[in-house]
């Protein structure tokens, strides 16, 4: 059974940085795309970033330039980095994980809180 595991979401002041983790557990092939979503109150999930196997990324345009994903495909892990965070950027990052006909999975979110 496939699992996504995540970790480092927390409070953080404006302007400071966090650095969330996702791996996948419990399957050994590469996921073809894993991304990063987030869902703040009162509001539908969102994009925040992609990225496939081969390193290429995309990312929503609210996030660009202050966040950076990242992936290790031999530990089928990826990360976000996230730089100059701001209020708005309050909510539950949630991430995904996708293998044609093997897997499609969401992790169970991790909250981040950015404020004074």
């Known amino acids: 059974q496939v699992q996504l595991v995540e970790s480092g979401g927390g409070l953080v002041q404006p302007g400071g940085s966090l650095r969330l983790s996702c791996a996948v557990l419990?399957?050994?092939?590469?996921?073809?795309?894993m991304g990063w979503y987030r869902q703040a109150p009162g509001k539908e999930r969102e994009l925040v970033a992609l990225?496939?196997?081969?390193?290429?990324?995309n990312y929503a345009d609210f996030v660009k330039g202050r966040f950076t994903l990242s992936r290790d495909n031999a530990k089928n892990t990826a990360f976000l980095q996230m730089n100059s965070l701001k209020p708005e950027d309050t909510a539950v990052y949630y991430c995904?994980?996708?293998?044609?006909?093997?897997?499609?999975?969401w992790g169970q979110g991790t909250q981040v809180t950015v404020s004074s």
């Open positions: 990225i496939t196997a081969g390193g290429a990324t």
């Open positions: 419990g399957n050994i092939v590469s996921a073809d795309v």
């Open positions: 995904h994980a996708r293998k044609l006909i093997q897997y499609n999975e």
